[in-house]
């Protein structure tokens, strides 16, 4: 089995920061990337960020240059930095990997996902 537990959501005031961390652990044998996608009510899951395990990151048009994605490989997290949050950013943030397991293959996973909203 495999699980990915993130933290860090909660309030912010527009123009603030916040940091999510997304840990994976179960029997893993390889991670290709990880990444951060976004929901709101009544929309599509939307990509954030992507990174790979050999740290080439992806980003949505909307968080270029505010939200920046990075990864531990030696401890299977990773991390999305968001500065300059906007209302917009207001959603439910979940974390994605793609993992390789003995027997099993690759597989997608999700974290449960955790609330992030920028309200003054």
């Known amino acids: 089995q495999v699980q990915l537990a993130e933290s860090g959501g909660g309030l912010v005031q527009p123009g603030g920061s916040m940091r999510l961390s997304c840990a994976a652990s179960?029997?893993?044998?390889?991670?290709?990337?990880m990444g951060w996608y976004r929901q709101t009510p009544g929309k599509e899951r939307e990509l954030v960020a992507t990174?790979?395990?050999?740290?080439?990151?992806t980003y949505a048009d909307s968080v270029k240059g505010r939200f920046t994605i990075s990864n531990d490989n030696a401890k299977n997290t990773v991390y999305l930095q968001m500065n300059s949050l906007k209302p917009e950013d207001t959603a439910v943030y979940y974390c994605?990997?793609?993992?390789?397991?003995?027997?099993?293959?690759?597989?997608?996973?999700w974290g449960q996902g955790t609330q992030v909203t920028v309200s003054s």
């Open positions: 994605n990997a793609y993992i390789f397991r003995l027997g099993y293959s690759w597989n997608n996973y």
């Open positions: 179960g029997r893993i044998s390889s991670i290709s990337h």
């Open positions: 990174i790979t395990s050999d740290s080439r990151t």
